[in-house]
């Protein structure tokens, strides 16, 4: 039942902040992002239903982004879109 309280889940490995965010089904991605004042092109997957989360293989190093947005095709693919190859964009 769901009570509406917030529950502690597992943590990441990486703490990383900029990052894009989508799901498959019951499994959340999160690609590329900023890691200790540095873009990484690292992704990690997190399953909703074992609590836990795995890192995939990273991206090219062509598309370490930041502020991207992650969009699901047929339930299967992940493209990433905009972003910023700068440390620290200008809007």
Known sequence: ???GELVQ????ES?????G???IGHLLYLVGGTHMNANTARCEQYNILTNKW???DFLLPTLYHTYLDLKVLQKRY???FGGSEKLHPTH
């Open 1 to 3: 039942m769901n009570t």
């Open 9 to 12: 889940r597992a943590y990441r």
């Open 15 to 19: 703490m990383r902040y900029a990052f």
């Open 21 to 23: 965010v989508c799901n």
């Open 54 to 56: 795995c890192t995939l």
């Open 78 to 80: 992940i493209f990433s």
